[in-house]
DNA sequence: CGAGCATAGTTGCTGTTGAAACTATATGTC
DNA sequence: GACATATAGTTTCAACAGCAACTATGCTCG
């Protein structure tokens, strides 16, 4: 895609703009991908994260780790960090407050002393068989007004845009 | 879409899960819209911030002020908030800055007093004049991988999220 | 008018975050 | 083995965001 099309896709009615000479540079925020998709992001995740900072205590840092908790069974906050993108003070203090509440468990990498492997608590479990159907059905209802080839393509044009974003650094 | 729909959008080539057991729930983020769309936001976001934070030292709200005084001529920091959704007091803090580097003026408004009007002074329209260009040639380097069609379809998929999101609440 | 309520914007306070410094363990090289 | 270097995780510090309290102005209705 051209500048000239995306251009034209973001076009709207009212729209009287012809080549403004350049003494003013306009720039319409809500044409503006980066942030129209910033915008959508922070209040989805503010929105889902009422569900578990409110009824469960958790901040997003922790739920993360939580989440991946539930599907790896050997983890560590390394790779935390890798997976989710979250620096490592942030895991560090979010994997201190789930200890502390109980709900993992860490304990000394035999092979590697820096290390510590995470383990999710039994409480720590059944937070998460309450929890995850709840984020579940959240997001069910987010994306149910989608058909299921606009939900296929939009995690196509994410893949795409990830990709992209890697290669411009 | 329904939930079966999105679960094989959804699946992974070395999918072997068939309805466990509930003694175990498993979440994977990376399957979870939220998460995902959060993340790649994120990045965008970082991203380009580097662009206004490091070239022209100007934080995300301040450029979000900057964007919107470029194309409007009346406005207030109430706008602000409304149209780019930032609490007041980042947003207040936005414009002081923005104020004391020469960037902005602002004028008690006549038939109000206790709004102020907000404009570009010179030097302002001079920085967007370097900045906003190359923040849209940043963007159309993102997505220069997707065709018409595939940009077009995303911001359709995201007006339709926005909405829902607003049903939801 | 004037008492109470509403609104625009600011400020104080607190919690969160990320960068960088730090600690402790591991590894590699001589 | 000893010294240099790398790595996992913690802590410190400064910036920032958000809530709530506050100020100042405007509005409403008696």
Same mark, same amino acid.
């Given at each position: 895609?051209?500048?000239?099309?995306?251009?034209?896709?973001? %076009?709207?009615?009212?729209? $009287?703009?012809?080549? $403004?000479?350049?003494?003013?540079?306009?720039?319409?925020?809500?044409?503006?991908?980066?942030?129209?998709?910033?915008?959508?992001?922070?209040?989805?995740?503010?929105?889902?994260?009422?569900?578990?900072?409110?009824?469960?205590?958790?901040? @997003?840092?922790?739920?993360?780790?939580?989440?991946?908790?539930?599907?790896?069974?050997?983890?560590?906050?390394?790779?935390?960090?890798?997976?989710?993108?979250?620096?490592?003070?942030?895991?560090?203090?979010?994997?201190? %407050?789930?200890?502390?509440?109980?709900? @993992?468990?860490?304990?000394?990498?035999?092979?590697?002393?820096?290390?510590?492997?995470?383990?999710?608590?039994?409480?720590?479990?059944?937070?998460?068989?309450?929890?995850?159907?709840? %984020?579940?059905?959240?997001?069910?209802?987010?994306?149910?007004?989608?058909?299921?080839?606009?939900?296929?393509?939009?995690?196509?044009?994410?893949?795409?845009?990830?990709?992209?974003?890697?290669? @411009?650094?």
């Amino acid at each position: 895609m051209n500048t000239e099309e995306r251009r034209a896709s973001l %076009a709207r009615e009212g729209d $009287e703009s012809l080549a $403004e000479p350049s003494t003013k540079q306009e720039l319409d925020l809500n044409q503006f991908l980066p942030y129209r998709l910033n915008s959508l992001a922070d209040r989805i995740s503010q929105a889902l994260a009422e569900l578990y900072e409110e009824r469960y205590q958790l901040n @997003i840092a922790q739920w993360r780790v939580l989440a991946w908790l539930s599907h790896c069974d050997e983890l560590t906050a390394k790779k935390v960090c890798s997976y989710t993108n979250m620096d490592k003070a942030r895991v560090s203090r979010a994997i201190q %407050a789930l200890e502390e509440r109980g709900l @993992i468990r860490r304990t000394p990498a035999p092979e590697d002393q820096r290390q510590q492997d995470l383990h999710l608590t039994a409480a720590g479990q059944a937070l998460l068989v309450k929890l995850i159907p709840e %984020a579940q059905a959240w997001e069910a209802e987010l994306v149910a007004t989608l058909t299921a080839g606009e939900y296929r393509d939009l995690l196509n044009v994410m893949r795409k845009l990830e990709r992209q974003l890697e290669r @411009i650094g």
